[in-house]
């Protein structure tokens, strides 16, 4: 995710998802997936679905703890809460990902691929 690989990123996260569909961690790993998935979508220049995945990976992961998994989920919600406001507040059709650093995770060491 933050070498901007973001369809890696999201097949990594999906071979963690599988095994765990049916447990707790379903809706965390789908929330990440989601993430992943709008900045697929970023790239891509489709604004209106990365819009909506970055409001499902929002909803699916603020249903955790502030820190879940290593990761501090606050700090994933205030970027996707700042990436939905550059969608709104972008000017006609502008990319925001063109314009802003590409978003980055606080991704511990030990759990960093």
Do not use: T
């Not at 097949?11 to 599988?18: I, Q, S, T």
């Not at 789908?30 to 929002?58: E, Y």
């Not at 970027?79 to 000017?91: A, C, M, T």
Request: no cysteine; proline share 5%; charged share 30%.
């Amino acid at each position: 995710f933050n070498q901007g690989l973001y369809y890696e990123a999201h097949d990594v996260l999906e071979e963690l998802w599988l095994p765990s569909r049916k447990g707790a961690n379903n809706l965390f790993y789908k929330g990440l997936i989601q993430l992943a998935g709008a900045f697929v979508h970023f790239q891509k220049d489709r604004l209106r679905p990365a819009g909506a995945l970055l409001i499902l990976a929002r909803d699916n992961l603020a249903k955790f703890p502030g820190n879940h998994e290593g990761l501090v989920l606050e700090a994933i919600s205030v970027l996707i809460n700042e990436w939905l406001e550059r969608l709104d507040k972008r000017e006609g059709e502008e990319n925001p990902f063109g314009v802003f650093d590409a978003p980055k995770l606080d991704i511990p060491k030990e759990i960093e691929r």
